[in-house]
Nanobody, 123 residues
Framework: VQLQASGGGLVQAGGSLRLSCAAS????????MGWFRQAPGKEREFVAG????????YYGGSVKGRFTISRDNAKNTVYLQMNSLKPEDTAVYYC?????????????????WGQGTLVTVSS
């Protein structure tokens, strides 16, 4: 499975961005999907996850209420809508396919990773 993340860019604090992650090679409709981020000098952090049919979603504490994860299995794509962005949201954002039907918070639960897309939030 190849995962291609896109939609990153430069935005002012308080603004919004929508990230997309398109999968190719096979369907990922039976995988949980997640978004992680990594800022310079920091560990990779769980941002959001969604179960295989989208019935369950999970969020990291720092983004809850501001970010929304969704998926369209017909398009083999997962999205991350990011609102009320803050400078501390600046990071490279990665999408990943879980090894199971659900989406855990540990990177070890994910077997396929995209290349990452940079999000920069200016103050």
């Amino acid at each position: 499975v190849q995962l291609q993340a896109s939609g990153g860019g430069l935005v002012q604090a308080g603004g919004s961005l929508r990230l997309s992650c398109a999968a190719s090679g096979r369907t990922f409709s039976r995988n949980g999907m997640g978004w992680f981020r990594q800022a310079p000098g920091k560990e990779r952090e769980f941002v959001a996850g969604i179960s295989w049919r989208g019935g369950s979603t999970y969020y990291g504490g720092s983004v809850k209420g501001r970010f929304t994860i969704s998926r369209d299995n017909a398009k083999n794509t997962v999205y991350l809508q990011m609102n009320s962005l803050k400078p501390e949201d600046t990071a490279v954002y990665y999408c990943a396919a879980s090894r199971t039907l659900v989406a855990g918070i540990s990177p070890l639960e994910y077997g396929d990773w995209g290349q990452g897309t940079l999000v920069t939030v200016s103050s």
